[in-house]
């Protein structure tokens, strides 16, 4: 999130208390757009946290580290987690990105092929990424940004034909 909104990477890793936030502004397809990215912290003494920020979300990213086998073994956690707080209208068809993080290092334990599987069966979208050495994050946030909108449109669609006019009797 720091790297895509700031283009800066720092090894000083700081644990994220609660939740954090940052926006940033794009031009997508000649449209001004300005997201907001909240990056809520990956404990569960915070978790309880969850319903208030995940409520009005239009697309969720799971992050995880490719060293680290527990961390992937994880997103079925927060998926069905995030699912369950934010409960959007149509869970199967809300939008995920899952971002697999530190392809830089060598002491990789998770395969590319594992995540795009569980990536397969959950309906997510995939990128591989190094923070550090810049790869795939803007590519990842974008594509997220653009699902969003997407999102933001089926939803209008949806309530704006429950509110057309039924005629004159």
Known sequence: ?????????????????????????????????????????????????????????????????????????????????????????????????VIANKTDLEERQVSPRQAQEWCKSYNAEYFETSAKAAVNVEEAFVQAIRLALKHVCIIEKMYSSLLQPIGKV
């Open 1 to 97: 999130m720091n790297h895509y909104v700031n283009s800066r990477f720092t090894n000083f890793y700081r644990a994220t208390i609660g939740a954090d936030f940052f926006t940033k502004e794009l031009r997508l397809d000649d449209k001004l757009v300005t997201a907001q990215i909240w990056d809520t912290a990956g404990t569960e003494r915070f978790q309880s946290l969850g319903a208030a920020l995940y409520r009005g979300t239009d697309c969720c990213l799971l992050v995880f580290d490719v060293t680290s086998p527990n961390s992937f073994h994880a997103l079925d956690t927060w998926h069905r987690e995030f699912l369950v707080q934010a409960d959007p209208s149509s869970p199967d068809k809300f939008p995920f990105v």
